[in-house]
């Protein structure tokens, strides 16, 4: 057992000066504390990144980046001058992921003011299980939800909803949730003795909600794909269809997931039509609006959702086209009351019922995670910031934007839209460089499947700009942009096509 | 649709002078921006919250709390200033997790060099599912899960893991891998023709366990209770003859789970012993290690997980012992791919196989979550900080001063403890007031049920420190005092003591 010669200042090294004892709360040196604190604040960082001449990244494989940077847990305490060296090397070999010209994920850009958010969060470093240590953020999370349900449509006396660590356990509280609804003895004896159940999404939905079914014990092959047409939304008559062979098959059709925003087309379900179906049908009707959910907010872009407040459960991402930090994710569900049925777990022993507080606000018992990150206070800020009048003009620029890219691919030589027009903010495109435009369909498809991981590789290399790619079906390799960075302007646009024919002239 | 008068200076509201028009990315606008981010920077609070004779919170209900601040989303944006009162008001109106008397959850303090990390990873805002939008991250996982891999005594070789949003989540991964180890088509085709399985963890573990596999589809009633002995850990001749029942049943034992360190008394299982029992059954041992895995950063006590090695998954949030910012929590696997094949959706849309990198860096068909948050740069910037030495310094302080007030509760007339010797870090007790004392048993335990929410709600109204309390089995209400912010010194614990007194002999 370890002796009494522990001290306080016990992790001070020989040879240097300002290490952790010399800050707080090893010390009571404010002076150490503040300097240490005032060297790790980003404002330089934060500057740079939005230089649009600066690179987004300078790009290593695995191994070299390995070298670049010792990642590794020494034995030996280092000194505060050490760490900040280092935070300054990994943000350095990192990816500026609010850069202007950034246009590779849905979750884009740098919100200052949803990071000044996450600054406090951090700072304020609680846990959202109960009232009792985090009263103004339990109430905030209410407050913000409410926002929510009313851009759904829903009567906010009786809505329900959690934040949740990301769009995909999301999507799984959504599909617990309606198993629950479905069998609430299920809970507790699990599927064994129920029906065997199904669910039906499009295929080109997100593949967490076949995850989902896999982690609850229904199982992916029993998560079918409905087809698609060629914008990317869902058939409502092949749903039904499929649905009655679920059913003639002995099958128990449990959840229907429509899509509003599909990950790579960015296209929207026909909610109303998809709900007609689960009413008739009487199935749980999910949206994953993760990706779409923002455009609730824009009166004029809505009517792309309509129908939504029909659905039982919505997955709504703020972290996406709402330009949140990550993550901030809810799933919202239209009645009360079924969240907690399903999840609670009589946990007396840290959800006490004889507090001095009205202990209906503890959340604890509706989620599936115990601990819970606040990620309500960065969105709440923000959306202050905007206000609704805010928001609706950020999302209605951001698809003027997406017209405004969407018609210069059309006019521009060696490009071709893969869906036009595109219904969102997701751009798909081809860039068919000249010496490939004559050849035959069959040699063309062929060669043009290589071309975008080239450039793509070649862009990362000169790190001015980064845009994804991927095949779909038989559709050789395409560029998908994204238009969700609120910094994105007119310029940045042209730059990303003038960018891809030089990279694509010289391959 | 929106017309073109949508300008990029759009959200300036005519009577205010400094909105979010006025700062990046909005416009170039640097010197705005660099104020509104110095305004936000939390020194002050910091500074604050590490007074001792500063409140920890000003208790007020929901109804009162509610009148306090205005948490209603606006119609109009918000100019910067009223977002920063907005702040301040949020931590006024906050519990100070960090406050040095503040005893009240396993994750408490606050490090200041977590924290520094975790701002960095505010503004570096990236997505850990692939190499090419967090390359350094992604490997530093790595370098830190291969610190706890040698910490578990694991071939780091052959190992793996994941961090997960909470220990919940991490349990909840552990029992999905564990049903794919063993029925690897039911991620397929589901739980509906697999024998019933059944799980078992002793009463004093966590109620995720329950609730994962609620999740999974096993039900909560065949996750199965094995009593504990008076120091809180599971009888493991009771588990082996519950096994052996469930077999008779017809029941297929699936998975058991030890718990290192529970919620409330902080007990560790015999994990040698369950490894013998689930070595002969060939069941899948689950160490959920969310608290007390910090012990194994100290060669001292480490001999308290003693066979963890054995464990074919653990669970470890360093955000509790640790010390890292909420949430930090890792689950962990002795074999390498069950993950990955568990998990994996092909969802090859995002995680293309054509890049230009090494694709097995990528992690996110790993993941259950698509989008995962960046949980452990905030770890590895504190450990760094402190090294293997500091950590193993910090937890034997720790455990020290649990020894310190172990004594000091015993030697104070009124105090009475409800385990003794406590093992770890909580330690359990009544304080029980002058007029109890001579109370016949069956009136002072009535009583004394009452007694430690009194305390509790006094203690909260006082704003001075705060522990928890909660009943178990036949025991009324009693405290539990945790002892893992590394900002605790004698005179806080002494304090505790006097504090309970004074409110105790006043109720």
């Keep these: 057992l370890p002796n009494q010669t522990h001290k306080r200042l016990l992790i001070r090294p020989v040879d240097e000066i300002c290490s952790i004892s010399d800050i707080l709360p090893q010390t009571d040196n404010w002076k150490g504390t503040e300097k240490f604190l005032r060297s790790v604040i980003l404002l330089k960082y934060i500057r740079e990144e939005n230089v649009r001449t600066n690179k987004i990244l300078e790009f290593h494989h695995p191994a070299e980046m ?9 034995e030996k305490p280092q000194n505060l001058e050490h760490l900040v060296k280092c935070c300054e090397e990994v943000l350095r070999l990192g990816v500026r992921t609010g850069h202007p010209r950034f246009f590779n994920q849905i979750s884009c850009g740098l919100d200052l003011v949803s990071m000044a958010g996450e600054w406090l969060t951090a700072t304020a470093n609680t846990n959202m299980f109960t009232y009792e240590i985090a009263p103004v953020f339990i109430l905030m999370e209410k407050a ?3 926002r929510m349900w009313e851009a759904i449509g829903w009567d906010v006396e009786t809505a329900d909803g959690i934040f949740a660590p990301g769009g995909a356990i999301a999507n799984l509280y959504a599909l617990s949730t309606a198993r629950h609804a479905l069998y609430p003895h299920s809970k507790y004896v699990g599927l064994k003795d129920v029906p065997t159940l199904c669910v039906f999404t499009s295929e080109d939905s997100h593949y967490s ?3 989902a079914a896999a982690v609850c014990g229904i199982g992916s092959d029993f998560c079918f794909n409905i087809p698609t047409d060629n914008a990317g939304k869902m058939i409502p008559e092949a749903l039904e269809v499929k649905i ?31 709900a007609d179906i689960c009413k008739r049908h009487k199935i749980w009707l999910h949206v994953d609006a993760a990706w779409g959910g923002g455009l609730l907010l824009s009166p004029e872009y809505r009517y792309k959702l309509a129908g939504i407040e029909r659905a039982n459960s919505v997955t709504w991402n703020p972290h996406k086209l709402m330009g949140a930090l990550l993550q901030c994710s809810a799933c919202l569900f239209r009645q009360d009351g079924l969240l907690f049925q399903c999840n609670q777990m009589s946990a007396d022993y840290l959800f006490m019922q004889d507090k001095p507080y009205d202990v209906s606000y503890d ?4 989620a599936i995670q115990c601990g819970r990150h606040n990620d309500v206070f960065k969105l709440w800020l923000m959306w202050k910031s905007k206000g609704m009048e805010g928001y609706r003009q950020q999302v209605n620029r951001l698809m003027d934007l997406a017209g405004y890219f969407t018609q210069r691919i059309r006019e521009t030589e060696g490009y071709e839209l893969v869906i036009d027009p595109p219904e969102f ?11 490939l435009r004559e050849l035959d369909p069959v040699e063309r498809k062929a060669r043009l499947e290589k071309i975008a991981p080239k450039i793509k590789a070649r862009m990362m290399e000169r790190g001015t700009t980064m845009v994804g790619y991927q095949p779909d079906k038989q559709r050789p390799n395409f560029f998908r942009m994204i238009i969700s960075n609120q910094a994105i302007t007119k310029d940045d646009l042209d730059f990303l096509i003038e960018e891809i024919i030089d990279i694509g002239e010289t391959l």
């Design 144 to 146: 913000v939800m409410k």
């Design 244 to 274: 009655i062979e679920s059913k003639k098959d002995g099958l128990v059709p449990l959840f229907v997931c429509c899509t509003a925003g599909t990950t790579v087309y960015g296209a929207c379900d026909p909610i109303e039509k998809v």
């Design 363 to 366: 959340t604890g018992d509706k």
């Design 209 to 211: 909600i076949k995850s």
């Design 425 to 435: 903010l997701n751009i798909c495109f081809w860039y068919v460089p000249n010496n």
């Design 66 to 74: 390995l070298q670049l940077i010792d990642l590794e847990i020494p």
